[in-house]
């Protein structure tokens, strides 16, 4: 097992407008990124669990083989620079990524969303 913080090279989220915050996770070799990929860890329900929040409010998941990233976009509990949000530039929401342990071999799975971002 290896963690997604040690596997990928850029892990990292910031705004997409008032109301919703990006994530990317990316990877400099083809084979960390299938393997990340391919261990079912990283999908629109799982990253919902991750954030404790609904799975409609993961607005947008792909995987973007040319890039070597995964990106998905949640809905913000509230909109940036309203009374109490912590984090108006979204900019410190992915340390929850971090520690997932991504196995060493994972079988290939099946349904994995690729290239247009799903929405």
């Known amino acids: 097992m290896t963690r997604l913080v040690d596997l990928a090279t850029t892990v ?3 705004n997409a407008g008032v109301d919703h915050v990006t994530f990317d996770i990316i990877f400099s070799d083809e084979r960390a990124y299938r393997r990340a990929v391919h261990s079912g860890l990283l999908t629109r329900e799982s990253i919902a669990r ?3 929040v609904p799975a409609e409010d993961v607005t947008h998941f792909q995987c973007v083989d040319a890039a070597r990233a995964i990106k998905f976009t949640l809905r913000r509990r509230r909109a940036s620079g309203s009374p109490g949000e912590r984090d ?3 900019s410190q929401q992915y340390p929850p990524l971090f520690d ?3 196995p060493d071999d994972p ?3 099946h349904g994995v969303h690729r290239g247009r971002m799903e929405k």
């Open 107 to 109: 079988p290939p799975q």
């Open 12 to 14: 990292r989220s910031k």
């Open 50 to 52: 991750l954030y404790g």
């Open 100 to 102: 997932l342990e991504i």
């Open 88 to 90: 108006v530039f979204g």
